[in-house]
């Protein structure tokens, strides 16, 4: 039986949060877009301040000098098991039904990114029926 790389679970990053969905509806609403699905890394630049270390209390201290690095941050989701986020069923232009995802954040933060990046207009409504939408995308 082989996988059906479609079925496979993707994690997008927008400002304030995070939706999982499959590849297949990625695709769909993207318009094969793969910017989402294979995501550069953020470069992220961290400074640390000069201090004194100390190994066990009252012994002898050490100065640490400050200095400064740069790391690769990457899409990720909430670490916490808790974390599940919250169900909402999307449809879009040329989608037939509704289609579940997972939301991890604010349902407006996903709205304001669906309205800046989808080339089709969608709409969602979250688990108490809350509808957003239709956004329409700016690529067009």
Do not use: C
């Not at 059906?4 to 400002?15: E, H, L, T």
């Amino acid at each position: 039986m082989a996988d059906d790389p479609n079925a496979k679970s993707v994690s997008i990053n927008f400002d304030g949060g995070t939706v999982v969905m499959t590849y297949g509806m990625v695709k769909s609403l993207f318009i094969d877009d793969d910017t989402y699905v294979n995501p550069e890394g953020e470069d992220v630049s961290v400074s640390v301040k000069g201090h004194n270390r100390t190994k066990v209390i009252g012994g002898p201290t050490t100065a640490v000098g400050a200095y400064n690095y740069t790391y690769k941050s990457w899409p990720r989701l909430p670490g916490s098991t808790s974390s599940g986020g919250q169900a909402i069923m999307m449809r879009w232009d040329g989608s037939e039904g509704w289609w579940t995802a997972r939301l991890h954040g604010s349902a407006a933060d996903f709205g304001t990114f669906l309205s800046e990046k989808s080339p089709l207009a969608v709409a969602f409504k979250t688990e108490r029926g809350t509808k957003y939408g239709p956004f329409k995308g700016t690529i067009l």
